[in-house]
């Protein structure tokens, strides 16, 4: 029976950011957890180790205590800001041998792949009823001299929006008005070696509408607007974020979703250009924050949400589980 559940995340926040991130969402999570009985804690990447000197009969330790899948689950969405970089490769090999142990993943090795790339994600959701936004994507590596990349480029219209192919948080997000400040940001992302992605910028009345699916079904949308004079909706850059029923038009669309992507828990991001809606992303670890802590119902808005993520980890570990055992699957 399921107990403790595992949030893999890289262990490299200053002391400032993980006191941001602890007031956010991190210690409702736990809080939540607490009250089904449950534990969800950090858990850096290097503080899981496996013996397998039986193949057959592999041991997980978590900081030296042994965790088995029948009363664990990891949470194993990749973190890739650029301060977590060196941990990548150890995130996407640690999660193929987790799910090979027999650990239940809500978010599984192939799904983390697709989903830590933009363009990978769209191309995935290409025939989504609500059209993923056109992106081309351009690598900023060490031969970027050769302009190569500008017929990637020439049928994009300007002002293009101009973001990291794999980053979170919605860090890095910029602005290009012609192929001169595409040079400028490519340059200076190929200090970090990023991939950066480029779309149509839809405008400062681009509303981002973000929907909580909890097995397949949607259950709450947060939406998230742009603050006075901010070029998009970033919540650094004051965008308004309040909770509000999922628009019909998106109905289709979570549809297709639910069956594309058969999770327990995804967000599905959606931009509102005033006219027509554009599909943007999914995250399978999407943060559950509270856009306004002053509001009682908002605030148990946000805990009803983080109660049902958690339920249906619980039960999709148990349905795991019994197909681990070859009982039959609707536990």
């Not at 031969?143 to 017929?151: H, M, T, V």
């Not at 559950?288 to 808005?301: G, M």
Request: one cysteine or more; hydrophobic letters at 40%; a negative charge.
């Amino acid at each position: 029976m399921l107990q403790r559940m595992c949030w893999i995340f890289p262990d490299r926040e200053s002391t400032r950011t993980s006191a941001k991130w602890n007031a956010a969402f991190w210690h409702t999570y736990q809080e939540v957890a607490k009250e089904l009985d449950l534990t969800w804690e950090r858990t850096a990447p290097e503080a899981v180790t496996v013996d397998a000197l039986d193949p057959r009969h592999p041991r997980v330790f978590v900081n030296g205590e042994w965790v088995t899948p029948d009363e664990t689950l990891f949470v194993t969405s990749p973190y890739t800001l650029p301060y977590q970089s060196v941990d990548v490769f150890n995130q996407f090999t640690l999660y193929a041998v987790l799910e090979h142990a027999g650990f239940y993943l809500p978010a599984p090795p192939s799904m983390a792949v697709i989903g830590s790339d933009k363009l990978a994600t769209l191309l995935f959701l290409r025939d989504c009823p609500v059209p993923p936004i056109p992106t081309a994507r351009i690598s900023a590596g060490r031969d970027l001299l050769f302009d190569e990349f500008l017929s990637t480029l020439d049928d994009l219209t300007y002002p293009a929006i101009v973001k990291p192919a794999g980053w979170c948080a919605s860090r890095g997000i910029n602005q290009a008005r012609d192929t001169h400040e595409v040079r400028g940001l490519l340059s200076l992302a190929q200090g970090g070696d990023t991939t950066l992605v480029f779309q149509p910028d839809l405008g400062r009345r681009t509303i981002d509408y973000r929907v909580h699916l909890i097995d397949g079904e949607p259950h709450t949308t947060l939406v998230r607007a742009p603050g006075d004079g901010a070029l998009y909706p970033q919540y650094s850059t004051g965008a308004r974020l309040y909770y509000t029923p999922m628009p019909p038009e998106l109905a289709p669309a979570v549809a297709y979703l639910a069956r594309k992507v058969p999770a327990p828990y995804v967000c599905a991001d959606f931009l509102h250009d005033g006219e027509r809606f554009w599909l943007s992303e999914i995250e399978l670890d999407g943060g559950i924050i509270c856009p306004d802590p002053t509001s009682p119902e908002v605030v148990r808005a946000q805990r009803d949400l983080i109660r049902a993520r958690f339920l249906a980890y619980r039960e999709a570990h148990a349905r795991h589980g019994a197909r681990a055992q070859g009982a039959p699957s609707d536990v």
